[in-house]
């Protein structure tokens, strides 16, 4: 598997469809990682932080795509208001058990993460939404 995933902070969705083609580049603050389904791991995220079911929140049309293909190419979405506000809310012990969870999760459909990586992308990911909220804006996802 080979991903590139960023998530970014824009002040609304037409700002985060800009970045469809080339990314979010140094125009807005972000986040690079790589190698994990980001689109899989927000809905797990937000069931994890916010007690919701994986199958109610994909059927709400969660993560909500802003540009681009599900399946081919770039693709833009954005972060929930409610995961970001669990994520903006949790405390850094709150946060570690929710990367401890997910990387649980992760290892029973055969996929390893490392339990720091997982730390560094849920912390890191809360610090940038906390960020964005200051700044009345939101996280979105930009997937290559």
């Given at each position: 598997?080979?991903?590139?995933?960023?998530?970014?902070?824009?002040?609304?969705?037409?700002?985060?469809?800009?970045?469809?083609?080339?990314?979010?580049?140094?125009?807005?603050?972000?986040?690079?990682?790589?190698?994990?389904?980001?689109?899989?791991?927000?809905?797990?995220?937000?069931?994890?932080?916010a007690d919701g079911?994986?199958?109610?929140?994909?059927?709400?049309?969660?993560?909500?795509?802003?540009?681009?293909?599900?399946?081919?190419?770039?693709?833009?979405?954005?972060?929930?208001?409610?995961?970001?506000?669990?994520?903006?809310?949790?405390?850094?012990?709150?946060?570690?058990?929710?990367?401890?969870?997910?990387?649980?999760?992760?290892?029973?459909?055969?996929?390893?993460?490392?339990?720091?990586?997982?730390?560094?992308?849920?912390?890191?990911?809360?610090?940038?939404?906390?960020?964005?909220?200051?700044?009345?804006?939101?996280?979105?996802?930009?997937?290559?």
């Amino acid at each position: 598997m080979s991903i590139i995933v960023k998530f970014f902070v824009a002040p609304d969705d037409t700002s985060a469809s800009l970045t469809l083609q080339t990314g979010p580049g140094r125009a807005f603050e972000s986040l690079s990682f790589g190698n994990f389904d980001p689109e899989e791991a927000v809905v797990e995220w937000e069931c994890l932080m916010a007690d919701g079911s994986f199958e109610e929140l994909v059927e709400a049309g969660e993560p909500r795509i802003v540009a681009g293909q599900d399946h081919d190419g770039c693709v833009v979405f954005a972060i929930s208001p409610r995961l970001s506000t669990a994520l903006a809310d949790a405390t850094p012990s709150r946060l570690s058990d929710v990367s401890a969870s997910w990387t649980q999760l992760r290892a029973e459909d055969g996929e390893v993460i490392d339990t720091e990586i997982a730390e560094a992308i849920v912390g890191e990911l809360a610090a940038l939404v906390t960020s964005a909220r200051r700044q009345n804006q939101s996280v979105y996802c930009w997937v290559a």
